[in-house]
């Protein structure tokens, strides 16, 4: 009794979970769905909650260092409150909701090399906290999102990498507390000024905001300097747009602006 007591004590032979994912692919704004199974170890347990969680690798910055960590950015409450006896099962069907904010994993329908995005299933039991696994899921990009980057593509640039990034975008309005930068070489006619091209969206229901930010290629005797550009696209209007020439548009005018031609 006493042996059976500690174990209890430190975990072990207590719950476990399964989650199901039914279809891991989704849009920002779209939902997920699935089950969660919690199966009843070798004692009753006390279970306090069972939430989901959605988990994203970002950037922080601290004085002069950069270091990579998780970060929740969201969660759901499933389920919580009851007894679960010895070896039994107790499933909980879910809807979670994915933020307009989301970012994306994949592009030109391939993986976005830098950027993951993982539902966690977290099981409290009396007071013990276990993060659970991580079950990964696919962001694709909103119809509008994936015009704007075809756009880029007819122009020339090529993808580079991309990463999150915690901080705010100065002038927009964000929900959560990190952004997405997805990074491309740009083709030659804009590579005598412009090193490389990092693109963010910051998605809502009807619309959203893009920001570019150019990195311009320093000289011998000078430093390379940054310029921005920041346009609203509406969904409902995204396709009567030549987005080629608007966003070469957007391109020549911020580098004029900061003579990075």
């Known amino acids: 009794m006493v042996f059976k007591r500690l174990r209890q004590a430190i975990g072990i032979g207590g719950p476990s979970i399964e989650t199901?994912?039914?279809?891991?692919n989704t849009t920002p704004g779209g939902v997920i769905t699935g089950e969660i199974t919690i199966i009843g170890g070798e004692y009753n347990s006390d279970?306090?909650?069972?939430?989901?969680?959605?988990?994203?690798?970002?950037?922080?910055e601290s004085g002069d260092n950069e270091y990579r960590s998780n970060l929740e950015y969201a969660k759901l409450p499933v389920a919580g409150g009851f007894v679960l006896q010895q070896g039994a099962r107790?499933?909980?069907?879910?809807?979670?909701?994915?933020?307009?904010e989301a970012p994306?994993?994949?592009?030109?329908?391939?993986?976005?090399r830098g950027t993951t995005v993982g539902v966690a299933t977290e099981l409290e039991v009396a007071g013990a906290l276990d993060p659970g696994d991580l079950d990964p899921i696919a962001v694709h990009p909103l119809p509008a999102q994936e015009r704007i980057l075809?756009?880029?593509?007819?122009?020339?640039?090529?993808?580079?990498?991309?990463?999150?990034?915690?901080?705010?975008?100065?002038?927009?309005?964000?929900?959560?507390?990190?952004?997405q930068e997805i990074e491309f070489y740009p083709p030659s006619r804009y590579a005598r000024g412009i090193k490389e091209l990092e693109v963010t969206f910051v998605a809502y229901p009807q619309s959203m905001e893009v920001v570019l930010e150019?990195?311009?290629?320093g000289g011998v005797f000078t430093e390379g300097r940054d310029a921005f550009c920041?346009?609203?696209?509406?969904?409902?209007?995204?396709g009567h747009t030549d987005w080629e020439q608007q966003l070469d548009g957007y391109l020549q005018d911020a580098a004029r602006r900061r003579g990075f031609f």
């Open 20 to 24: 199901v994912l039914h279809n891991p």
């Open 230 to 238: 920041r346009f609203t696209v509406d969904y409902a209007s995204v």
């Open 104 to 112: 994306l994993t994949h592009m030109y329908g391939q993986p976005l």
């Open 214 to 217: 150019l990195d311009k290629r």
């Open 47 to 60: 279970i306090k909650a069972v939430n989901l969680a959605l988990r994203t690798k970002v950037e922080i």
């Open 90 to 100: 107790h499933s909980v069907p879910f809807q979670m909701p994915i933020p307009w």
């Open 150 to 179: 075809a756009a880029f593509a007819n122009l020339g640039f090529r993808f580079h990498s991309a990463d999150c990034e915690k901080g705010r975008i100065w002038g927009v309005h964000q929900e959560l507390p990190f952004y």
